[in-house]
């Protein structure tokens, strides 16, 4: 049988053991803290033969602020200045009368191989006589007075069989070297000079005082009355009145002196003189 008083007094004082397990603790936690704090390679760190490869960073560049829109600004657009254009150089002063005079003479051969057109040139105001022939041409004359050839000196040939009198084919060749030299005028070199010469051949014809038309308009009324001339009427009547053998038909008789000129030249040399008209007429519209 236990003794309980002795149970008690065992129950108030503590074993060894008891005593012993904190004190061992406390040295043991005392311990582990000097030896992490107080080594060269705290607790947790690699030693020296296991080197710390440093890992390389790739740096990620921070997105760029966004800036705020620049404002616009509206300009004025400058104005646009025309540039001025080259100065044309300006013209040679036109020809004189005289001087106009003197070129087309020293050029009327290549107008006309003929010695009748040197000769023609060579009198003075060799513009003013053409202009004067153009004038004579449109009004339907023929001026005899300024040409370098003159009327036949053959009679006019006729024929009179007792009945009527016609005229005579063979006095057509009267007018064979006149129509020859119209024919053998150089079309092109005359419209040259022409145009070439125009101021002062205007000139020319603005002194004979006519303001309702001009020379080109003239000229090319004299080359159309040439072009309508009617064929040489061969048959037709002719009676004589004083000196001047007139047509009996009055719409033969009523014709410009000129076109009634062209019929008596024959229907060979009246059409070598209208070939010409129409070349000329020609040349000047399409120049």
């Known amino acids: 049988m236990t003794d309980p008083n002795l149970d008690q007094q065992r129950a108030k004082k503590p074993s060894s053991l008891t005593v012993a397990l904190p004190i061992f603790g406390l040295l043991l936690l005392v311990g582990i803290l000097w030896w992490g704090f107080g080594e060269k390679f705290p607790y947790g760190s690699k030693s020296p033969a296991e080197p710390v490869t440093p890992v390389a960073t790739v740096p990620i560049p921070e997105p760029a602020p966004e800036s705020p829109p620049e404002p616009t600004i509206a300009f004025e657009a400058e104005p ?24 087309l003479a020293n050029n009327v051969e290549a107008m006309s191989p003929s010695p009748l057109a040197v000769t023609f040139a060579a009198a003075p105001n060799l513009i003013e006589r053409v202009v004067a022939i153009i004038d004579n041409l449109r009004q339907g004359f023929v001026p005899y007075k300024l040409l370098p050839i003159g009327r036949p000196q053959a009679p006019f040939a006729f024929r009179d069989d007792g009945l009527a009198v016609t005229m005579d084919p063979a006095g057509f060749s009267r007018y064979d070297g006149l129509s020859r030299h119209i024919s053998e005028l150089n079309t092109e070199s005359i419209v040259s000079a022409f145009t ?85 007429r020609g040349a000047l519209l399409d120049r």
């Open 196 to 280: 070439n010469f125009e101021s002062a051949v205007t000139g020319a014809w603005n002194a004979f005082g006519y303001e309702d038309s001009n020379l080109e308009g003239a000229l090319l009324t004299a080359l159309e009355a040439i072009m309508l001339a009617p064929e040489s009427p061969t048959e037709a009547r002719l009676y004589k009145v004083e000196a001047n053998w007139v047509y009996e038909d009055p719409s033969l008789e009523t014709l410009s002196p000129l076109q009634k000129q062209l019929m008596r030249m024959g229907p060979d040399n009246a059409e070598r003189v209208k070939e010409k008209a129409r070349e000329l």
């Open 80 to 103: 646009q200045v025309a540039e001025e254009p080259e100065a044309a150089p300006e013209p040679a002063p036109p020809l004189t009368l005289a001087e106009a005079n003197a070129l």
